[in-house]
């Protein structure tokens, strides 16, 4: 390599950037130590910004074009190193280029639930998760600001800040918006745009703005969730009467569909129970058909209950029993003098023999005095 190609490798002639990646938002143009030639290219393409610092000083900002380096289109520097229009020789800066394109698909979420008084459940707690977007406006004030001299920053190093901006103001807007729970999902897109509106504010120090900003989802803590599924469940239930006939018929429907697989006989006969089971139940209540002819009405008397059972008695005499006897058939006795108090008895359930004025059901046999015979 000759001298002449030596000395012109030291300037640097044509400056450009092509991101191959996804996440990178500034990249600083490397010189390695070479000077930048007056004169020189440089293009600066859509969705990109080319900030210039000198000395450490921040320089020009181009926007998207192709620009050659030179006094009348660097009128910051010029005015920094007093360049005259005669000035043609190279000069040292650093030059980043920032992405100006948006970053779509970044993650939020509350990493602790949001306490709020929610008009129907009263004190609750939520979580909430979604995406956004954000994207740099302001080159300069963003470089400043958040960059620094760092030579690659990528999106990573500013989402987790992003982030708590982001949960804060969620945070404030929806404990304060005073919507019920059940009703926020029906108004995540009043509620995105009035958090993106609220954060934009905020990042606008930074060189930032947030584009889009979306809600998917908002969640109740686990036992609430199941507490408002139990009173789901019952608000379809409605009449439970109701309700258990509709599914003794889905029984029965299902039963017959399949009267002969595996358990077809069994689930005929639930079948068939259930259906029983319904139409009793129907008939009772005065269902469709009205109350069965052969079913008591609800307002009958009940059954009497079965009669008691009656004794039947044994008499000792001269050490040897004899019976049984009904009780009838001891009062013919008891008139005709064949059984007396002092007779002994005894019956199913008693405690040895006793005399028969003794037992309280046969005491009154000897009190009931017979009729005065006819024509006395």
């Known amino acids: 390599m000759g001298i002449f190609d030596f000395l012109s490798g030291e300037f640097i002639d044509v400056i450009h950037w092509v991101d191959d990646t996804r996440d990178t938002m500034v990249w600083r143009f490397e010189r390695h130590g070479h ?14 910004a080319a900030v210039f610092v000198h000395e450490g000083q ?8 192709l620009y050659m380096l030179e006094t009348n289109n660097m009128p910051i520097m010029t005015t920094l190193q007093h360049w005259d229009h005669g000035f043609q020789s190279p000069f040292k800066s650093e030059i980043y280029f ?9 993650k939020w979420g509350t990493k602790n639930p949001i306490m709020l008084r929610d008009p129907e459940f009263g004190p609750t707690r939520i979580r909430a998760f979604g995406t956004y977007s954000t994207r740099v406006t302001d080159p300069a004030k963003f470089l400043t600001e958040i960059v620094g001299t760092d030579g690659e920053f990528t999106m990573d190093e500013i989402s987790y800040q992003v982030r708590n901006i982001i949960v804060q103001s969620f945070s404030r ?6 919507i019920p729970v059940l009703d926020m999902a029906a108004n995540t897109a009043d509620l ?7 954060i934009s504010a905020v990042v606008a120090d930074y060189g930032l703005t947030i ?4 809600i ?9 969730e199941e507490a408002l599924d139990k009173r789901t469940s019952m608000g379809l239930a409605g009449n439970l009467g109701k309700f258990t006939q509709y599914s003794a018929a889905e029984a029965m429907t299902a039963a017959a569909k399949n009267p002969g697989g595996a358990g077809g006989g ?47 008695w044994h008499i000792a005499e001269n050490g040897q029993t004899h019976g049984p006897y009904s009780k009838a058939a001891l009062g013919r006795m008891a008139s005709d003098g064949k059984l007396t108090r002092d007779s002994h008895v005894w019956t199913a359930g008693q405690d040895g023999w006793l005399k028969a004025g003794d037992v309280q059901e046969l005491a009154q046999l000897f009190t009931i005095l017979p009729p005065p015979p006819p024509g006395a």
Request: proline content about 13%; charged content about 10%.
């Open 58 to 65: 921040l320089a020009d900002v181009f926007t998207p074009g």
């Open 211 to 214: 584009p889009e900003f979306y």
């Open 266 to 312: 069994m689930g005929a006969g639930i079948g068939a129970g259930l259906g029983m089971a319904m139409a009793g139940q129907m008939a009772g209540q005065g269902g469709p058909w009205g109350p069965s002819a052969h079913q008591p009405s609800p307002s009958a008397s009940p059954a009497p209950p079965p009669p008691p059972v009656e004794h039947v």
């Open 98 to 106: 920032v992405n100006t394109t948006r970053f779509t698909d970044l």
């Open 192 to 198: 995105g745009k009035l958090v993106a509106a609220e």
């Open 216 to 224: 998917e989802n908002i969640s109740l803590p686990p036992a609430v």
């Open 173 to 178: 807007i929806i404990a304060g918006s005073g």
């Open 35 to 48: 000077e930048i030639k007056y004169g020189a290219k440089l293009t600066v393409r859509e969705g990109q």
